[in-house]
């Protein structure tokens, strides 16, 4: 309160305050009110706002402001107002803090003016964000680990959290516990991450599905329930897996199976054979079979043979598959394929004075077993010659082995000469 020479008494007090109370971090609005409630008039009134922490002048606020001339016994609905705007620290407490504002005459700040305290309420501001995700795909029919973060954003502590989420087709599930999880308290600043087992649905057609996420607290200025709800995008599908198999060799040509052995389709697909030692591909080292569905095989064939390797053909085959996923990428997977020389054409062996090609034909009854199947058409026919030489020794005791053969010659001659 303000007393002049002549009896004019001054009272100043905070209406109200928007928001109440204050929150840290944002601006709040003060109406004070400026009354004379004595017999004589007050003129050049001023107040000045001295704000410090955790107040600050708005900028392009200013701190002075002049009433004017207060008449006589001006109070109540004729008291006039003054507003001013302040900023609260963000990182303040919550509780009540005193604002410190002077009363003078202008001209008279030095030697006599009043200072009054206004409290001002304050309160922190309660935010939480949910941030998603670790993963942006996942693979059919295969758990996957998916982890939610949930940050505290405000300057309050938040307590009883409560975390959902919910494909609205089922197609995404959680593993081994529901959709829902609770959070005792989140401190400022501070986060946490949420880890649900999830799994697709393997037999789920490749694209972008919709998860709607919700988070519950409660506001503990209020006592109302807060829900933040928001929605994410999950991509099921991406790549793929193949299997290679070493099939057949024939006529100079070595065929592979290939197999789409993972959980999603494949498109643009392409079998290379890379350059590498111990093996040489005649014409192209690359073949394009097409699109290859989960579970599809089919067959690629190339003109390949083995080079010498420190004396050694090589053992397996390193081939490549480059196809397109179900995203639009393309990838390149590399297999290590098992080989047995011994099926391939066009082999090339060391015949100690450098290295020649040779063909090595499938094996065959014959090359396997050749020697003794020679051996037994000897053996067969020496014994039927000695059978009929031990006929002739019976009716000529002077018959020899060799006129066997003797006589042969001559019945041959006689059949030449008729």
Known sequence: MLA???GALITTGLIN??????????????RISVENIGGKSAENLILELTPEYPFEMVPGENPIQVVGTLNAYQTDNDAKIIKYKIRIDKEAIAGTYELKLWEYEAGEKENLRTQRILNIDISNKE???????????????????????????????????????ECESDTILPVGSDNTKYIKD?????????????I????AEAGLYKLSLSLVYEDSITGTSNTVTTKAG??????????????????GITSFTIANIGSNPSFSVSVIIPKQEGWKVSGSNSMIIGNLNKGDYTIASFSLEPLPQAGNPQNSLMIQIAYTNTMGEREIIEKKVSMNTQYLVGDTVNTGMGTRSTRIKPETLYTEYGVYLAALVCLIIFGLLYRKYKKEKLF???????????????????SKSR
Do not use: C, H, M
Not at 136 to 161: R, Y
Not at 200 to 203: E, R
């Open 4 to 6: 002049d020479s002549e």
């Open 200 to 203: 697709a649905d393997s037999n």
């Open 396 to 414: 000529d005791p002077n018959f020899r082995f060799r006129d066997l053969f003797l006589r042969r010659s001559v019945l041959k001659k006689k």
């Open 127 to 165: 935010n939480a964000e949910i941030i998603y995700i670790d993963k942006v795909e996942i693979i059919p029919g295969k758990q996957t680990n998916l982890t939610f973060t949930i940050n505290n954003v405000g300057s309050a502590p938040l307590k009883d959290l409560t975390f959902s989420w």
């Open 17 to 30: 305050q928007d928001p109440d109370p204050a929150i840290a971090g944002d601006i709040v609005e003060l």
């Open 234 to 251: 999950l991509y099921v599908g991406g790549g793929t897996d193949f299997d290679i198999a070493f099939s057949e060799s024939s006529s």
């Open 186 to 198: 989140l401190g400022v600043g501070e986060s946490v991450e949420l880890l649900y087992g999830v």
